[in-house]
């Protein structure tokens, strides 16, 4: 076994651990970052970075770039099945005009990647075991190497084992739904400066652009855990279910290489009290994984992120930083977290008379309170 000692170890190489490691890189500390995958490939789905998350990459200075490599959006409506609109929202009359940036998910790992010096990271390392010895962390992985830290930092996301191991009461929760995700070859029939949701009794369908041409789409869809039938869905399944849904929804999944389309149950982490723990601390998924209902799961992880590096920066102690990041961010993420959940459940009602009482609801309600709590959400400081 070959073994290493670094005073900050990251383990995870997402979203929130690449944008920790910038965070601190400019603060003149290189942190080592293990991530499971062997390598970064151009995978996945796209996401919105919302406001909020855009104002955290202003704090270190990536913003443009990653602007850049997405494709800003203007307004996000909400639809019934036959598209009739059942809420709207002007982002550009919400908050300061930062952008919400639509992106695929592999054009921001690469934004992020090259900000990082290279030999801090570590391909292939995934996490097998954690022990204590001292005020130190052993890291064992699964390809034989084991790192001992200072300080560690768990950015692995919901299946994290450094939370399993500090903190054994977690618990995640199945949604009730299930979800597919994929990336469109054509944007015919798409507003590009818009995204929308579709919300009818056979599910909820996205639609985001996320520049080039290309289409981000998700569609939601109630059924047991951990179900084979749903999992074995083809593309021909998905067009079938959404058949009755509005233009240009079917056409969207017929123009999606089959081979690329994403299946999960969505799952959740109930929210827990505590993210820091002596040396260790737990930002993203690790610490508050969220469904994806309000788009604020990658979001909050970015502001983890900068939130925790800022700590980092002004604390007497890199354990101290930890315990004022988890004061800083405990009510923030759990508050998103439970609105995502209610929000999940409204969505995905599929009864007729249900679902005609909560559209004539949202439509019924005045634009003010949908924006402010919007502006809520989009407002982030340091």
């Known amino acids: 076994m070959q073994s290493q000692h670094t005073p900050i170890l990251i383990i995870g190489g997402g979203i929130a651990g690449l944008t920790m490691a910038i965070g601190l890189q400019q603060n003149g500390i290189d942190a080592l970052i293990a991530e499971a995958a062997p390598e970064f490939k151009p995978v996945g789905a796209g996401l919105v970075l919302a406001a909020n998350a855009m104002k955290a990459y202003q704090v270190l200075g990536l913003e443009k770039k990653i602007a850049e490599a997405g494709n800003a959006l203007n307004e996000i409506d909400i639809l019934d099945h036959k598209g009739k609109s059942i809420t709207s929202t002007d982002l550009g009359s919400i908050g300061d005009g930062t952008p919400n940036v639509a992106i695929h998910r592999a054009a921001l790992h690469q934004v992020l990647l090259k900000e990082l010096k290279a030999e801090n990271i570590l391909n292939g390392f995934r996490s097998q075991k954690i022990s204590q010895v001292g005020n130190q962390y052993q890291v064992t992985f699964e390809n034989g190497h084991s790192i001992t830290c200072d300080h560690l930092i768990s950015a692995e996301g919901i299946h994290a084992i450094v939370r399993d191991w500090a903190f054994p009461g977690s618990k995640l929760r199945y949604s009730g739904y299930t979800c597919w995700r994929g990336i469109a070859e054509k944007a015919d029939g798409v507003a590009l400066d818009k995204a929308t949701e579709t919300w009818g009794p056979s599910g909820r369908f ?66 827990i009290p505590r993210f820091a723990k002596d040396n260790l601390v737990l930002i993203g998924d690790a610490a508050h994984a969220t469904t994806p209902n309000m788009g604020q ?57 249900l679902i005609n009482l909560r559209n004539l609801l949202l439509r019924s309600m005045p634009p003010s309170i949908n924006r402010k709590n919007i502006e809520k959400i989009y407002d982030f400081k340091i």
């Open 206 to 271: 996205g639609i985001v652009p996320v520049g080039d041409g290309k289409v981000y789409w998700f569609a939601v869809k109630n059924g047991p855990e951990n179900s084979e039938e749903l999992r074995s869905y083809s593309k021909e399944d998905l067009i079938n279910t959404f058949s009755d849904y509005h233009a240009p929804i079917p056409a969207l999944i017929r123009d999606t290489n089959p081979d690329t389309i994403i299946f999960n149950d969505i799952i959740d982490l109930k929210p």
């Open 297 to 353: 799961g990658a979001c909050q992880a970015i502001e983890d992120a900068v939130i925790l590096a800022d700590c980092i920066k002004n604390g007497r102690t890199v354990a101290r930083a930890f315990t004022d990041f988890e004061r800083r961010r405990l009510k923030r993420t759990h508050q998103i977290v439970n609105r995502s959940w209610t929000l999940g459940k409204i969505g995905q009602l599929e009864n007729p008379a």
